[in-house]
């Protein structure tokens, strides 16, 4: 099955500053990649998402870059700010709903 | 429309009782999924249902888990008899299916205690 792997597990950063999320997967058939952000007593929320035909997709301050030769694809988040403090989840899924989650993300934006 | 609705949201309960997990998916949604996240394993796929099918339920941990669809609206996990190694965050989520867009909206969570 699908194995995904993201690093790091936790990151700290300044507010105002970029925060960068990567994730590797093993299944190159593999061609739906979700961010999903969850908050603290919440269930988490899709952010992002890109599929495999695309390489790299920008919503505001969040980008998201997918390398499919090298199974890797990453989140960057540009201007932190507080409210960007959670737990991301990248995942990977071929045929885009069994997802296969990575292990997290814990975001601290330091103010 | 009030999103996906999960009870209860935290449960104590000793080890040997059953445990049952409830959720009500988002109105029209012909996908539920039922996942566990633990913070040895991240989030993990425990099954899912299309149009209150079960279609995968390879995440299932053992025979203890049990999971089912009565209708559209309703879905149920239980856990008997319960062990303090499930205990854990289960999340229940749901989705339509519309083509290309195919995002899984996910309930707050039941947080499970087993002594």
């Known amino acids: 099955g699908e194995n995904v792997e993201q690093h790091p597990s936790t990151l700290s950063v300044q507010e105002g500053d970029s925060a960068v999320i990567k994730c590797t997967y093993s299944d190159s058939a593999s061609n739906y990649f979700p961010w999903y952000k969850q908050e603290l007593g919440k269930g988490s929320q899709l952010i992002i998402d890109i599929r495999s035909n695309v390489g790299e997709k920008k919503d505001q301050r969040i980008a998201v870059t997918l390398n499919k030769t090298a199974k890797h694809f990453s989140l960057h988040i540009t201007e932190t700010q507080p409210e960007d403090s959670a737990v991301y989840f990248c995942?990977?899924?071929?045929?885009?709903?069994?997802?296969?989650f990575g292990a997290g993300t814990t975001v601290t934006v330091r103010a | 429309d009030a999103g996906v609705i999960q009870s209860p949201r935290h449960e104590v309960t000793e080890m040997g009782q059953e445990v049952t997990l409830r959720c009500k998916p988002i109105s029209g949604h012909d996908y539920l999924f039922w996942y566990r996240q633990t913070m040895m394993r991240g989030l993990e796929l425990l099954i899912y249902f299309n149009n209150n099918v079960p279609i995968d339920d390879s995440g299932m941990p053992e025979d203890r888990f049990s999971a089912k669809m009565p209708n559209a609206s309703f879905s149920t996990l239980k856990i008997q008899p319960s062990e303090p190694r499930d205990s854990a965050v289960y999340f229940c989520?749901?989705?339509?299916?519309?083509?290309?867009?195919?995002?899984?909206?996910f309930g707050p969570g039941t947080r499970l205690t087993v002594l």
């Open positions: 995942a990977a899924s071929v045929n885009d709903y069994k997802l296969s």
């Open positions: 989520a749901s989705r339509k299916d519309r083509g290309t867009y195919n995002e899984q909206f």
